[in-house]
DNA sequence: TATGAATGAGGGTTCATTCAT
DNA sequence: AATGAATGAACCCTCATTCAT
């Protein structure tokens, strides 16, 4: 069986050093020798299984993209309200980006300094995102818990507040972590208040 | 006098050229050669105002965003009002995007993926640029322009949703760009009704 | 004898395989994977029949140049005089290469810049070749069919001459072919011209 | 002076380091750091003048071929009859190569097995050669030096053999060397002969 | 015997940095 | 002060070979 664990999904043993390495080093600092090391095979290994170093890369954004999509759906397709989802949205994400920092950070990673080509790719994700937040949208302000309002500016105000507290929680310092509990029900109260019917 | 301007504008035209080809290529791809030929000077030469590579983009991005200050403070001063203000905010962030395009690019990078180092030093000016936005928004507060809440908050909603519109203006597809004026207008709006006191 | 015949053909495939990929791609860039597919074998059992991949180059070359062999000594052993031989070793060399110019690709592979190591070992295969040469032009002379030169010399002249005239035929332009009947015929000429006895 | 001889002509250095080791070792084996290391220059300098290992090679070929045809038209030119040039031909090149042996293997390399797009490069080379032959002997036909026969086929007996003994010269054991003088005396005998008017 | 997943040595190339002029 | 030729460390990727099944 130890045998079998050793063999079982090298491809998936490879992602996982990914992300660790990438989110530690960043694109280009990190060595894909240190990707094999880290997920104990030998280098060319890694190339049996992806094409490329940013193929690997690629690879792995959209594999942390799925984990936190899973995790996200699941909790939203239990939400009642919208001022419920929100409140899921906000805890599920938070919560996924603490317990995996270093997938959080993959998952932000989309800059065009990074790289042209992977930021290419990863708007494409993105734009997936949006349009299925803006489904949801219209269906809450047709259900008539929000107020109508541009739906494109108010997922500039939700997801804009999200991924800035997200990089407190992924960027700030331990030292002076302050209770994002508390700012992320603060920042939802804001939200609610703006886009509340009355 | 003659040999200091000289100084002065070598070292302003090679940060220029800095910011026009990182901006282009990022970081990691940017050669340093390549500033110096935008900058019509030697490769030595670059080395004679900056110690390294990470150096000048670090003072690269101190330039970008001491420009963006002095810009927006000049237009802060003169709003009467906390409505006023967040206009102004928008509008002459998203001016400044749209007019210098690449040190917008400049001034949004900053993930540890790029360069822990990097990150680290941006880390600080954002920082101090977080403090001076709380001492407005506890002013106003004061004045009672806004109802009372957690600043920290406000300041994750307000910027979170500035740091989005940024993002679309610079990275959007210049076929389906929208309408941004309108569109911050609308999470203005939103914001404003987060934020107001009744 | 059946897993013997399927032993020999499994070797033999692997030898044919490498026929069209080293005259494919040369020495170094033929890669032993591609060889082993070719071959409809596994990657690993070509290691199964040959030590290494320039233990089959060779091994290849030997069997290339035996078919060659067996070809032309069966045809000039029909030979009755030097200038039907001469005239039947040039036919059945050019008809050969033009038949398989993989193979032919794989004859004229006898430089050490492909490899020091390969050539030596090619080199012998090319004294037993002279010295079988040798032979009958000895005999020839003794017959009185030819007059009495160095043979060594005698050697080079035709041999030169076979060797460019197949170097056209494999590496030329299929567009500008040139009549390599004819211009055997006429290179046979001028050959016996300067061998004949008045 | 010494500082300039260094500095002077790296280019050439580099050229002259390259014949050294790729006759050596071959293309494929040959390392670009060996190379800059006969060249007594860093790895990158190779860079600096030569845009890859293919570039270099192919110069490096270019520059023996120039070599030789200076060689050997300064003495062609000298040449007052067939049999007079025949002679400088031969002498002149079997010279170039015992001199040159280095150059000399690297003029013979030329076989798709080592490089396919060397090897096209190095076509032309030859076809230049050519024509440049075939002007030759249409000449001492008009003259009435040598009979009315297919130059091509002239041409192939000719530097057919011409090619062999070179070949000879440049891979033979030290140890078993023949006259080469004699043994290229008498091949041109032959090839007088053959071509000879009556 | 046959296989192909796994390996890691090896090398071409890039580019930040230095330093002699 | 200004330059750019020279440098070599660093790193991605290839592929011959091995070996467990």
Same mark, same amino acid.
């Given at each position: 069986m130890l045998a079998n664990d050793r063999t079982a999904d090298k491809r998936l043993r490879i992602i996982q050093a990914a992300i660790a390495v990438f989110s530690r080093k960043g694109f280009h600092k990190a060595r894909v020798e240190e990707i094999a090391e880290e997920a104990e095979v030998g280098k060319g290994t890694v190339y049996e299984y992806f094409a490329s170093k940013k193929e690997l890369f690629l690879e792995m954004i959209f594999y942390a993209h799925q984990k936190y999509r899973e995790f996200l759906e699941q909790e939203l397709?239990? +939400?009642?309200?919208f001022y419920d989802g929100l409140q899921r949205l906000f805890e599920v994400t938070m919560q996924f980006m603490q317990r995996h920092k270093e997938m959080a950070l993959v998952l932000m +990673?989309?800059?065009?300094?990074?790289d042209e080509e992977i930021h290419k790719a990863l708007r494409q994700k993105e734009q997936e995102q949006l349009r299925f937040m803006t489904g949801i949208l219209q269906d809450v302000t047709r259900r008539g818990e929000i107020r109508p309002v541009n739906l494109q500016a108010a997922i500039m105000v939700i997801f804009g507040t999200l991924y800035l507290i997200n990089g407190q929680i992924v960027f700030c310092d331990k030292t002076q972590e302050p209770d994002f509990k508390q700012l992320s029900q603060d920042a939802i109260d804001i939200l609610m208040h703006g886009l509340a019917v009355k």
């Open positions: 397709s239990k +939400a009642k309200t +990673a989309d800059h065009p300094m990074i």
